[in-house]
Each structure stands twice: as structure tokens, then as C-alpha cells.
């Protein structure tokens, strides 16, 4: 069965600090992994990973993937209030069109 | 811009009751989902189209059905809506090929049956 596991759950953190979150997979074939950002409504995209040891980057967030270790991390330095959200993570297969998600991290950034 | 629009943003109905949820995506996508989101289980696939009149049940299919006449509009059905249907349910779009695409979210519906 398909498997994607976010860690942490939640976090709080203050503004200024440095995150990182983890995603780890285990999916058969493998095609993408995708991060979101989900604040009030609307889970909105972030990046799209597909090969191994290439660092997608915007503004303070940043994402790697890891296709032997079966796991991504994104990054978000500097946080900010407004980086309070939910952060899913999300597998794509080769085989198909469909997303398998993590349960998603929880973010808190206070003042 | 990619827009996907859901019909409401919060519902109420009661046990029993027929539920409509609808979804329409204005990028010409052959792919739409519907999820249900739950705290502690992320996002899980309820049902998923990849063109008009075709569909495959995802992670949850009981107690759901879909409907994909037009290629815009992918409705959820709920035939007898019960307590354990209470949740936020999203609806995505994505473009199918041979490449690996994003899906573009709607804003959501939170549902309660009561």
C-alpha cells in the first residue's frame, strides 16, 4: 500500500526561525512529489520535485527530494506570521494521474 | 489563471437527505478529483474522472457517488448523508499527458450532517 508520512504533525514556531519539514514515501513507480500550502481553504502548489538532488527555490522557501532515501524536506528560513498553514505533502505515480497525501504538518509562526 | 469553484462553501443538512456537491473547472482539464479532508488523515481520494463520463473510485468511494457529464463539471453525491460524512470536501483539476502535472484546488466545501 502506498505510503506518505509527514513529520512533524504541528509546530510552533517565532518569526525569524528556521523550519524544516520532512516528507518520506513509499510508493511503486514513483513519477513526482509535490508540496502545498493550505492556509483557510484552498491548498495552493509550491513545488513539483522529480529529480533526485535538485533544489527547487522560492523566496525563503526552498525543497529538495531524495529518490534513494525516499524523502523530501522543504525549508522555509526567516518565517513569518503568514507562513502559518498546513504544509501537504503529496506523491504522484507514474502509473496514474492521482495523488497520494501526507497527513500534512501543521505550522504555527508566532510574533 | 487556473480557477476551480465549488458550488458552496458551507452546507448543512440532515441525516438521509440527498447532497449535491458541484465543482467547475474553466481550464479545459480532462482530470478532476474530489477529496474529503479529515484533522489526522490529510487529504483522501473519494472519486476521480479523467474524461467526460468516465470515473474510478479513489481511497473512499462507499456512501459516494460522482457524475462527470460535462467536461467542467465533476458533482459529488451523497444518496443518504450520515453523521460520519461530516467534513471539508475539495474538489481539483488537473491536465493529463504524459508529463507530471499540479492539481489546482477549489476553495472547499465544509459539509455538516446533522
Known amino acids: 500500500e502506498d505510503k506518505v508520512v509527514q513529520s512533524p504533525l504541528s509546530l510552533v514556531v517565532h518569526e525569524g526561525d528556521t523550519v524544516t519539514l520532512n516528507c518520506s514515501y513509499e510508493v511503486t513507480n514513483f513519477r513526482s512529489l509535490l508540496w502545498y500550502k493550505q492556509e483557510k481553504k484552498a491548498p495552493t502548489f509550491l513545488f513539483m520535485l522529480t529529480s533526485s538532488g535538485i533544489e527547487k527555490k522560492s523566496g525563503r522557501l526552498s525543497s529538495i527530494l531524495d529518490k534513494k532515501e525516499l524523502f523530501s524536506i522543504l525549508n522555509i528560513t526567516a518565517t513569518q506570521t503568514g507562513d502559518s498553514a498546513i504544509y501537504l505533502c503529496?506523491?504522484?505515480?507514474?502509473?496514474?494521474?492521482?495523488?497520494?497525501f501526507g497527513t500534512g504538518t501543521r505550522l504555527a509562526v508566532r510574533p | 489563471d487556473v480557477k476551480v469553484t465549488q458550488s458552496s462553501r458551507y452546507l448543512v443538512k440532515r441525516t438521509g437527505e440527498k447532497v449535491f456537491l458541484e465543482c467547475v473547472q474553466d481550464?479545459?482539464?480532462?482530470?478532476m478529483f474530489w477529496y474529503r479532508q479529515d484533522p489526522g488523515l490529510g487529504l483522501r481520494l473519494i472519486y476521480f474522472?479523467?474524461?467526460?463520463?468516465?470515473?474510478e473510485k479513489g481511497d473512499i468511494p462507499e456512501g459516494y457517488s460522482v457524475s462527470r457529464e460535462k467536461k467542467e463539471r465533476f458533482s459529488l453525491i451523497l444518496e443518504s448523508a450520515s453523521t460520519n460524512q461530516t467534513s471539508m470536501y475539495l474538489c481539483?483539476?488537473?491536465?493529463?499527458?504524459?508529463?507530471?502535472?499540479?492539481?489546482?484546488f477549489g476553495p472547499g466545501t465544509r459539509l455538516t450532517v446533522t
Open positions: 503529496a506523491v504522484e505515480k507514474s502509473s496514474g494521474d492521482k495523488l497520494t
Open positions: 474522472s479523467y474524461d467526460v463520463k468516465m470515473k
Open positions: 481539483a483539476s488537473s491536465p493529463r499527458g504524459q508529463g507530471a502535472y499540479e492539481q489546482y
Open positions: 481550464m479545459d482539464h480532462e482530470n
